[in-house]
């Protein structure tokens, strides 16, 4: 099983991620952000946090236009998997891979601290480690957390149970509550928080290895 990170300058989740893959028994390869290619076989790209080009224009914006991410793009295009961690998911929007957008908190401030993150479905090899329902705790660390989409795609994405978790106490004033979403073919997620920071007893939490592990399972070779 092959991972790829990608490296932007600003990316400070990226080695954070890489480990989180390992655990779960993935090769990592790091890719920087000017290649214009994955590495052959890639089962699954992660794209982390981190403030990319120094979050200008907007965070995410000047990542997405960047030509690993019209590899990234094919590679999901092709029904490839794709997750990104908070500025990741930021990158996923800005590149039209997943809708919506994430807007400054509405607290207008940075917030970085464990949030109650609830899982909305169980039904994709992200989540399918915990149970729908069920109350993890998850560490967040954004200015721009402040997910929003129009109501008729936040009907869409409710319907199609698109809606991977959201916040049990909304800390940054995200529509619906929303902390993570799917994309229709529930490939690509794209989340706010960060389970790899909750994926080591001694980091202060390990609710985030069960994604990681589920991964690994579902994405080992038959
Ligand atoms: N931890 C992160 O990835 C932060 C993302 C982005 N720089 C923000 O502050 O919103």
């Given amino acids: 099983m092959k991972a790829a990170v990608i490296v932007f300058p600003g990316s400070n989740c990226d080695r954070d991620l890489a480990v989180a893959f390992r655990e779960a028994g993935f090769d990592v390869s790091m890719v920087w952000h000017k290649d214009t290619a994955l590495p052959q076989g890639v089962d699954i790209v992660g794209i982390p946090g981190g403030f990319s080009y120094g979050d200008y224009l907007r965070c995410g914006a000047i990542a997405a236009q960047s030509p690993i991410c019209r590899a990234v793009a094919d590679h999901a295009g092709r029904g490839g998997y794709a997750v990104g961690i908070c500025n990741g998911f930021q990158v996923l929007t800005e590149t039209g891979l997943l809708p919506g957008a994430l807007l400054r908190n509405a607290g207008l401030k940075y917030i970085c601290r464990t949030v109650g993150l609830r899982v909305e479905t169980a039904a994709s090899v992200y989540t399918e480690g915990y149970t729908a329902g069920q109350v993890i705790d998850i560490p967040i660390a954004h200015h721009d ?56 007893a001694r980091h202060g939490g390990t609710d985030g290895t069960a994604m990681f592990r589920a991964l690994g399972t579902a994405l080992a070779p038959a």
């Fill in 145 to 200: 957390g402040n997910y929003f989409a129009d109501d008729e795609t936040v009907a869409a994405l409710r319907g199609e149970d698109r809606i991977a978790f959201s916040y049990a106490d909304n800390p940054n004033g995200s529509v619906g509550d929303i902390a993570g979403i799917l994309s229709a073919n529930r490939r690509v997620l794209g989340m706010m928080p960060h389970p790899e920071r909750a994926s080591d």
